[in-house]
């Protein structure tokens, strides 16, 4: 009986493998290994007979099968995941061979050059879809060697096919959600590569529909013995006495075991209910004392790992509030104490005094207008409306505006012109408060596009680095708009370049400079 299950094993899964690999049952082979094997469709129409008669008759009522890589059986195959969708299938999101060893070569610049042990000591490992698996530690700053900014954007960007891909299955996710009548799910990768999603039963749905075109349809495998008949299984004596006494020891065994580690369980179990309680209360400094490092260890990691979250947000919502109500005071101030005096009859509001006040709005309005744009960005409402665009037609819009910005280079992007022109008015206008020349370049790099927006001024201390991007931010701690703007500008870039599919890096040297580089999707 053993050998019996070992052959249909591998029976069933030599036929997977072509329907992983084949889009057709065309040319399969079956081997009977002393008994007859059928593959039909679903409706018994005859794919192949390894008793060479291509035929259906004397079949049992029930298959003994469903050969279908995307709805494994798990009895025949139980190391599959658990959607039954096999991890060979990948359909659109495989890479293409140009791609594929682009990312190769960035992978191994990236471990041997820019992060060296970051990646397993078996050397680089792929995904299903050939995209090289790279450890990236994001606490740390992306290293800054040749290619390393490069190799960095690349490993954690998608490509243009998995782009595509992507979008078709969050649609497909969307309609399946539309039918409930629930909100989109959002549809991401996680950090090996796969496909997640919030609404699980939606993806493994959407997935299917997505990949069905790239495997072999369904088939129906029945094993019979050579005569046709119904392969039969061997039956055994049964000793019921010992059966039932083994059954008592194994029983005894885990209830003590299960006393043991329900005893061992409660406690940390408690001492994170404890927590959670104090953390209700308002009391965000509650941590627990990691002892283990089980599963219970790393949900005491996790919780503490959530509460530092949880304070870090809090202490940034506070800074803001008080930020804003900063940028606020000066402007209304000043708009209060010209009116008060007008209405005194203390101050005459002629046209010089009408226009300063006109200034202060306008600095009011400019404000309301950067937080409005950040907010629709950072919650994905912000409307672009991308075409194809000559960026060095722009560049040199960006020089006619700016007789001290020098540009060069060039090459196809797609894009919304109003807020790539926005991108690069903040990036020149934030150089020019510290740099006296200012050059920005446009080059295409594989399938993006890169542009670097550099100055010559006093540059940024390594550990401000991290915050450049930071809502109201400034490099000046004076805070003062001549020399660094309401701190919104960087927040901003970082927003829309994001919302284009593209990324922006940041690098410093004090005394020499900064560099700011955006990557784009190429046209």
């Known amino acids: 009986m053993g050998d019996t299950l070992a052959s249909d094993e591998r029976t069933y899964q030599a036929l997977l ?23 039909t469709t679903p409706e018994r129409k005859p794919i192949a007979d390894s008793g060479g008669s291509v035929g259906v008759s004397a079949l049992p009522a029930t298959p003994s099968a469903l050969i279908d890589p995307l709805n494994v059986d798990l009895k025949l195959a139980p190391d599959a995941p658990t959607d039954r969708i096999d991890k060979r299938v990948t359909g659109p999101f495989t890479l293409l061979t140009d791609d594929r060893a682009q990312l190769d070569e960035a992978a191994q610049l990236y471990v041997t050059r820019c992060a060296p042990g970051s990646h397993a000591p078996g050397g680089i490992q792929h995904s299903a879809g050939g995209r090289p698996l ?45 039918q409930k009548n629930a909100p989109e799910a959002q549809v991401r990768f996680d950090t090996n590569w796969d496909v997640v999603s919030d609404d699980s039963e939606c993806l493994v749905s959407a997935r299917r529909t ?10 129906l495998l029945f094993v019979t013995e050579a005569t046709g008949e119904p392969t039969q299984s061997t039956e055994f004596s049964v000793d ?47 941590r627990v004392e990691v002892r283990s490092g089980g599963e219970i260890g790393r949900l005491a990691q996790a919780f503490n790992a959530m509460a530092e979250h949880r304070a870090r947000i809090d202490s940034q919502r506070r800074a803001m509030t008080n930020d804003i109500s900063h940028e606020l005071r000066n402007p209304i101030g000043t708009i209060r104490s010209w009116l008060e005096g007008a209405k005194d009859r203390v101050v005459q509001l002629d046209e ?31 409307r ?92 000046d701690r004076s805070r003062t708009r001549e020399t660094g703007g309401t701190g919104l500008g960087l927040a901003i870039v970082q927003a829309l370049v994001k919302a284009h599919g593209g990324s922006v890096t940041v690098d410093s040297e004090i005394g020499r400079g900064t560099r700011f580089t955006i990557t784009l999707p190429g046209h």
């Not at 057709?24 to 008994?35: I, M, S």
């Not at 997505?210 to 088939?219: D, F, G, I, S, T």
């Not at 306008?362 to 629709?376: E, G, M, S, T, Y």
């Not at 408060?433 to 594989?446: D, L, M």
């Open 352 to 382: 010089g005094r009408l226009s300063a006040l006109l200034n202060e709005t306008l600095v009011l309005q400019h404000l309301v207008d950067d937080l409005q744009d950040l907010a629709k960005a950072e919650a994905g409402e912000l």
């Open 384 to 475: 672009l409306h991308p075409e194809p665009i000559d960026l060095g037609e722009q560049l040199e819009q960006l020089a006619a505006a700016y007789p001290r910005v020098r540009v060069e280079g060039g090459g196809q992007v797609h894009a919304d012109p109003v807020r790539l022109r926005q991108i690069l008015t903040n990036l020149v206008t934030n150089a020019l408060r510290y740099g006296t020349v200012v050059r920005v370049r446009a080059a295409r790099v594989a399938e993006h596009v890169r542009i670097d927006v550099s100055d010559n001024g006093i540059g940024i201390a390594e550990a401000d680095l991290p915050h450049v991007f930071d809502r109201f931010w400034r490099a």
């Open 17 to 39: 493998t072509h329907a992983v690999q084949n889009r057709t049952w065309d040319g399969v082979k079956l081997e009977p290994n002393g008994r007859r094997l059928v593959l």
């Open 240 to 286: 019921i006495g010992r059966i039932a006494l083994v059954a008592a020891i194994i029983l005894l065994l885990t209830v003590g075991v299960s006393v043991l580690l329900a005893t061992k369980l409660v406690r940390p179990l408690l001492a994170l209910t404890a927590a959670a309680e104090r953390m209700h209360r308002g009391e965000l400094d509650a």
């Open 210 to 219: 997505q990949l069905r075109p790239y495997v072999a349809p369904p088939a």
């Open 134 to 178: 790279v450890a990236i530690d994001r606490t740390r700053p992306i290293p800054t060697g040749p290619g390393c900014v490069l190799a960095d954007q690349l490993l954690s960007s998608s490509s243009p096919a998995e782009i595509l891909a992507m979008r078709q299955l969050t649609a497909l996710v969307g309609a399946c959600r539309k």
